[in-house]
Nanobody, 126 residues
Framework: QVQLVESGGGQVQAGGSLRLSCAGS????????MGWFRQASGKEREFVAG????????NYADSVKGRFTISRDNTKNTVYLQMNSLKPEDTAVYYC???????????????????WGQGTQVTVSS
């Protein structure tokens, strides 16, 4: 099991940037694919970005491709989401999630992930 704590959310104007962090604990963190998801008010949770155990494979939702970058530092047990050129439609609670240890590419389906953080609010004003 992996315990996850997100930070870095806040309020920003459209066009601005934020960097989210997800600190993990537990011996399997460095061997687990990780994902960022978001859930806007009244909507279902959706995939944002994913990264494999080593950081060598990433994927993104079409809506954030070219604007967001996922990365990880396994020496710090931390995954990051750099968000640039933010838009009002990016407003949501952002969650990080850990899959079971695997060499596989990151999944897009939230039901594949075992452990979740508590979420951090991102609000983008126009």
């Amino acid at each position: 099991q992996v315990q996850l704590v997100e930070s870095g959310g806040g309020q920003v104007q459209a066009g601005g940037s934020l960097r989210l962090s997800c600190a993990g604990s537990g011996r399997t963190f460095s061997r687990s694919p990780m994902g960022w998801f978001r859930q806007a008010s009244g909507k279902e949770r959706e995939f944002v970005a994913g990264i494999n155990w080593s950081g060598g494979s990433t994927n993104y939702a079409d809506s954030v491709k070219g604007r967001f970058t996922i990365s990880r530092d396994n020496t710090k047990n931390t995954v990051y989401l750099q968000m640039n050129s933010l838009k009002p439609e990016d407003t949501a609670v952002y969650y990080c999630a850990a899959d079971r240890p695997s060499y596989a590419a990151p999944q897009r389906n939230p039901h594949e992930y075992e452990d979740w953080g508590q979420g951090t609010q991102v609000t983008v004003s126009s």
